[in-house]
């Protein structure tokens, strides 16, 4: 595939469709033979240990050295760490056919992949997010990660993710410099080099608990705050879902399962419980878009925040009562939400919802989704926060 002209020409709306058909066509690609060495633990250090063997003949400037030689360095000590769960991964098939260009190309998203036929499905993920990156489109990833994982739930493989980021980055390199040498392609050699540096780069994650009502516009925040800070989002509507066997988009109430019991909610929020600590694990920041009525539903991750000794906010949503009933209203027409929640709904969550003890005030933004100027309440109120 050609590199794209300009950036410019890739949307949210296509990063995010191609995301989605990335996710449908892995869940039926065809799995790779149990027996072969496509997508083994063995076969991707070869093939991560020549990436990087071809690279530093091919550059000799000092720097150039340097930066080899710790991304070397870090892909030997990951691979030691997820050497069982790379070949866990092929024995439970999610070694597959790739279908990644396929599906850049009916999203009109044109991209310079160069891909195995034959690769992990988060590595497939991985080699879209390193393009957009290169692109510097990483203000669209987030949306594009969340909207995999949504549908997949993948998010045990996600240990994975960095090192197919920095394997991925470290091999557009090496492609790049087979061409030819030009000052042009060292100088877009060096970027993929510099990307894969920065995914080696452990940040500080945070834990957000999204709270209120239906219709208060916790999912919205929920993306804002992932796009801000490259965040990954559980969301119990979905995460509900999953547990039963549902697509998000499938109403329970037509499957004939009731999804909404104490007991059903309390297992929901003990599995995202795991999920959260997978993701905060990998040193990235979680939004848990759920009500969060309840004490023991907030309580559990701000817990969970402190045994991991990372930073943890409460974002209570609030909406006039005549704006929860237009939002949804218009959700249930549209049909394009996870949510079931009704109108009706909202007089019951009134009765359930537990208020916030002194000690979550402290660690509490309060947002009024219907003021204009939402968002840069929210930034202020991180700034001051989590600073």
Not at 44 to 69: F, P
Not at 70 to 77: G, I, N
Not at 262 to 267: F, V
Not at 317 to 337: F, G, H, M, W, Y
Request: charged share 25%; net charge negative; proline share 2%.
């Amino acid at each position: 595939m050609e590199l794209s002209v300009s950036k410019e020409l890739i949307t949210r709306n296509q990063v995010i469709k191609a995301a989605r058909l990335l996710a449908e066509r892995h869940q039926s690609a065809e799995t790779s033979d149990i027996f072969s060495d496509d997508g083994t633990a063995q076969q991707v250090w070869l093939d991560a240990n020549q990436n990087i063997d071809e690279i530093t003949t091919l550059l000799n400037e000092q720097r150039d050295g340097e930066d080899l030689k710790q991304l070397s360095k870090w892909t030997a000590d990951q691979y030691l760490k997820l050497l069982f769960l790379l070949d866990d991964r092929k024995d439970d098939g999610f070694v597959r056919l790739s279908p990644l260009v396929s599906c850049l190309e009916q999203c009109n998203i044109s991209l310079d992949i160069h891909q195995t036929p034959w690769a992990d499905t988060l590595s497939d993920l991985a080699l879209f997010i390193v393009q957009l990156d290169s692109l510097d489109l990483s203000h669209l990833t987030a949306a594009a990660v969340n909207r995999y994982l949504e549908i997949t739930g993948d998010y045990a493989g996600l240990p994975l993710f960095a090192f197919y980021k920095v394997f991925h980055a470290v091999s557009a390199a090496g492609n790049l410099l087979k061409t030819d040498q030009s000052p042009e392609t060292l100088k877009t050699c060096r970027r993929y080099i510099e990307l894969a540096s920065s995914y080696c780069q452990n940040k500080q994650p945070f834990i957000i608990v999204m709270q209120g009502l239906s219709g208060t516009g916790k999912t919205t925040v929920s993306k804002e705050i992932s796009e801000h800070f490259n965040a990954l989002i559980l969301r119990t509507d979905v995460e509900r879902k999953r547990m039963y066997g549902l697509s998000a988009l499938a109403n329970s109430t037509d499957a004939g399962i009731d999804i909404y019991t104490s007991a059903a909610t309390e297992k929901t929020y003990a599995l995202i419980k795991q999920a959260a600590i997978k993701i905060i694990e990998t040193h990235t920041s979680v939004v848990i878009d759920g009500a969060s009525l309840k004490q023991t539903e907030r309580g559990m991750f701000l817990t969970l925040a402190d045994e991991l000794n990372v930073p943890a906010l409460i974002v209570k949503c609030l909406a006039p009562r005549e704006i929860l009933k237009v939002r949804i209203t218009k959700r249930q027409s549209s049909n394009a939400d996870a949510s079931e929640a009704t109108f009706d709904l909202i007089d019951q969550q009134q009765q359930w919802e537990e208020p916030l003890t002194a000690e979550e005030k402290k660690k509490t933004i309060v947002l009024h989704t219907n003021d204009s100027d939402w968002e840069q309440q929210l930034k202020s109120a991180f700034a001051s926060h989590l600073n």
